[in-house]
């Protein structure tokens, strides 16, 4: 399905396709007399609620039922852990939104969740000690100019392969486990700088790759991969470098990507990236 | 509050060209007393702040952030409603030769409705300013407060998630609907 044959269905549905056609009486503006009627009720229109946050004069119960759980899984996990060495994520961590874009991130720890359903629990958890990062939807960057290093911790349902051709392809289901979608990333057409090899990364064992984004392929129209949270993701740059973690958290697939622009990208913001992928953990 | 003849002029122009759409932005969002207490919030901001209102191309996305703003503090209109009601009751639906046409474009219509619905508020309002009010994506920056880059790829979330929703209904109508009857109904 098409942008265009999205928008025309939505352009279906606007319950004023013509504003011309609202009758507004043309009085004097501002001295117009209070005169309200109540007997016209339009509640049947998309996006017609305007509420206020239910959630919001419940915040600090939420709170305080938040920090009661926090510590009951504190003690709980005290009692019961053993002594065996596991990655353990950043304790305290601040939640970056699926919908986040842009907002600062001052040094500390973050998780993002990645599929943006809070039903489940997997998560990525990292920590920020650098300053100038902000939000991406599920993950972080730094930029420099038009440049930018990041990470992204996602969770993947399409890929588009060959990634690098016009007109694009139609977008296949990602694979379902991370070895199937390890293959058919290294398998879109980029040019491959780090063949894949088995890692054990982020707490689990999966397969790594590197990649290079060939000349043309930088484009909008050039879509790589997309998922529940980050639905669309395409490269700014000839030559930008995308490194790619894939484990089974679980049962469920999830991509690590971290790039950055050689020649470009400061060296102390990519090791600020390798910082925060060295804190890095993928909890189920 | 008085306003200098230049100002009353240009509050008068923008007042002439912009009632509509202002007005017609609200009621896609709100219920239609709220959305004219809006719409008449908007341009009183406007008139008290005639001097910050930028020039065209930016005049009309600047009433719509201001009229986003107004929307979540409704006050008391100054607009009379006059005959909207029955305006409104027949927009988007004339008259199709085929009943069923009608109840099949309805059932339709709730499903892309409710798809719509169900974005997030943040990218339901850009799909509404890029499909509805028809604005650019820069302009929606604009009203959004937000980069281009963000607009950007908020609109491809969306409608990413607004296609899974949709290829059902996609299908059924071409299934359905022979082209001729459904130009027909729209």
């Known amino acids: ?284 | 509050m008085t306003l200098q003849t230049d100002d009353r002029s240009r509050f008068d122009a923008i007042w002439r060209e912009h009632r509509h759409q202002v007005l017609a932005y609200c009621l896609r969002r709100a219920a239609s007393a709220d959305a004219e207490d809006a719409c008449a919030e908007t341009f009183l901001v406007v008139w008290r702040r005639i001097d910050e209102i930028p020039p065209a191309p930016k005049t009309l996305p600047c009433l719509y952030g201001i009229a986003r703003k107004s929307l979540s503090n409704q006050t008391r209109a100054f607009y009379r409603r006059g005959r909207l009601h029955t305006k409104l009751s027949n927009l988007g639906m004339a008259p199709a030769a085929d009943p069923m046409l009608v109840v099949v474009q309805r059932a339709d219509d709730k499903v892309v409705t409710d798809a719509v619905r169900r974005l997030k508020p943040v990218d339901r309002e850009i799909v509404m300013l890029d499909v509805w009010e028809g604005l650019s994506r820069a302009e929606i920056a604009d009203v959004m407060g937000m980069t281009r880059a963000a607009v950007d790829q908020r609109i491809h979330r969306a409608y990413q998630k607004l296609s899974r929703a949709l290829v059902p209904v996609l299908e059924t109508s071409l299934l359905n609907s022979p082209p001729a009857a459904e130009e027909g109904g729209t």
Request: glycine content about 8%; charged content about 20%; overall charge negative.
């Open chain 1, 1 to 284: 399905m098409t942008h265009e044959q999205i928008r025309e269905m939505v352009r279906r549905v606007n319950p004023i396709p013509d504003p011309t056609m609202l009758e507004i009486v043309d009085v004097p503006v501002l001295t117009t007399p209070l005169e309200r009627r109540t007997e016209m009720q339009i509640d049947d229109r998309p996006g017609t609620e305007v509420q206020a946050d239910p959630n919001r004069r419940r915040g600090p119960l939420v709170g305080i039922a938040a920090a009661a759980v926090i510590l009951i899984a504190g003690l709980v996990f005290f009692l019961t852990r053993d002594d065996t060495p596991v990655a353990e994520p950043a304790p305290n961590a601040t939640q970056i939104p699926a919908d986040d874009m842009d907002t600062p991130l001052a040094p500390g720890a973050y998780f993002v969740d990645t599929d943006g359903d809070e039903a489940s629990s997997l998560r990525g958890t990292f920590v920020i000690e650098g300053s100038g990062w902000t939000a991406l939807p599920s993950g972080a960057r730094k930029t420099f100019g038009e440049d930018y290093v990041s990470l992204l911790v996602v969770q993947v349902d399409q890929v588009w392969s060959p990634a690098c051709e016009s007109p694009a392809p139609d977008p296949a289901a990602a694979g379902s486990t991370a070895t199937e979608l390890a293959n058919q990333i290294a398998g879109n057409g980029f040019t491959v700088r780090e063949a894949l090899a088995p890692v054990s990364a982020f707490g689990h064992d999966g397969h790594h790759l590197v990649t290079e984004v060939p000349a043309g392929c930088a484009h909008e129209s050039h879509m790589v991969w997309g998922g529940p949270v980050f639905a669309g993701r395409y490269y700014q740059a000839d030559g930008q470098m995308v490194e790619y973690w894939f484990v089974d958290v679980g049962d469920t697939p999830i991509m690590v990507e971290a790039n950055w622009f050689p020649g470009s990208s400061p060296e102390e913001d990519v090791a600020e990236l390798r910082a925060v992928l060295d804190t890095l953990v993928l909890t189920p």
